[in-house]
């Protein structure tokens, strides 16, 4: 089952929007919205079977478990240049902090 854009945003895909991006003028842009959208095409063909949520922040991926935007962060991932940035949700008993 794809990755499918949460609800709350639903004027267009995720597909839609890192493909408007892509097509940006600025080199940055265009760079990310590519490589975002190989990120999402490796998603649907890694996790044919899981549910994903995902929400866009700037140009960044949020990927949730439920359709609802306060649903838990787990993954943010950003594009940038020719390589991705992960942040994830830690869970509370392996926190340092």
């Known amino acids: 089952m794809p990755i499918i854009r949460n609800s ?8 839609q929007f890192y493909f408007e991006i892509s097509q940006e003028e600025s080199y940055s842009s265009r760079s990310t919205g590519k490589l975002m959208l190989d990120l999402l095409e490796m998603i ?17 991926l ?4 439920e359709n609802d ?7 943010i991932v950003s594009g940038v ?11 509370g008993d392996k926190s340092p902090w």
């Open 8 to 15: 709350d945003q639903r004027r267009q895909t995720l597909e």
């Open 44 to 60: 649907n063909h890694t996790f044919p079977d899981t549910q994903l949520w995902g929400l866009t922040s700037l140009y960044r």
């Open 62 to 65: 949020v990927i949730q478990a």
């Open 69 to 75: 935007w306060k649903s838990p962060w787990y993954i």
């Open 81 to 91: 240049g020719n390589e991705y940035h992960l942040e994830y949700l830690v869970p």
